[in-house]
Each structure stands twice: as C-alpha cells, then as structure tokens.
C-alpha cells in the first residue's frame, strides 16, 4: 500500500524557518515528479513548490525566494525548506506526486500543520 508520511511542520514566528519531509513507501519512486502542496480550510489545495525527477524546481509566485524543494531518491523522500516564514503561509502542508497536466497520482498522507503567529 503506498503511502505518504509528512512530517516537520510546527508554530514558527514571521521571518522564521522551517523544513518539511515527506517520505513515501512507493517503488519507482525516482521516476515521479514530486510536489509539495497546501490548504487552508474552505480553499483548494495549492500546489507550492514541484521537482521533477531530474532535479529541476518549479515554485508558486507566493513562496519563490522562499521556499526550496529538494529530493533524496535513495531515501524516498522530498522536502520543502522553507524560510522567511509569512502568516500567509500558515496552512497543512501535503506531498504527492503528479504528471505534467497537474493531476495527482497517489493517495494523500495526512499532511502537517505550519502555523505562522507571533
């Protein structure tokens, strides 16, 4: 059963930082392109930040400059390291993977909350 485990989100002050993972039980898992995404209640999930399996990086408007998603194959794993932290970034973050016309491809994980308050 494939699955998604996020982890490393918390309560961070604005202006600081923070690094998410997400370790994901799939074969083939250098093969996918990865994304990071995030919800706030009562909007759609938001695709952040995107890696493809060749290490090339694709980021939302809001968070370029900011956020940097990275991959380990070896280890099954993705991250998003996120600095210069906004209240406006307070969301539960996910990962997944998903193909070139956006659409995703595994299960949800249970994603990790981020909350950004003084």
């Known amino acids: 059963q494939v699955q998604l485990v996020e982890s490393g989100g918390g309560l961070v002050q604005p202006g600081g930082s923070l690094r998410l993972s997400c370790a994901a039980s799939?074969?083939?898992?250098?093969?996918?392109?990865m994304g990071w995404y995030r919800q706030v209640p009562g909007k759609q999930r938001e695709l952040v930040a995107g890696?493809?399996?060749?290490?090339?990086?694709n980021y939302a408007d809001a968070v370029k400059g900011r956020f940097t998603i990275s991959r380990d194959n070896a280890k099954n794993t993705v991250y998003l390291q996120m600095n210069s932290l906004k209240p406006e970034d307070t969301a539960v973050y996910y990962c997944?993977?998903?193909?070139?016309?956006?659409?995703?491809?595994?299960?949800w994980g249970q994603g990790t909350q981020v909350t950004v308050s003084s």
């Open positions: 997944n993977a998903y193909n070139n016309i956006d659409r995703v491809l595994l299960s």
């Open positions: 799939v074969s083939s898992f250098s093969y996918y392109r």
């Open positions: 890696i493809s399996p060749a290490g090339t990086t």
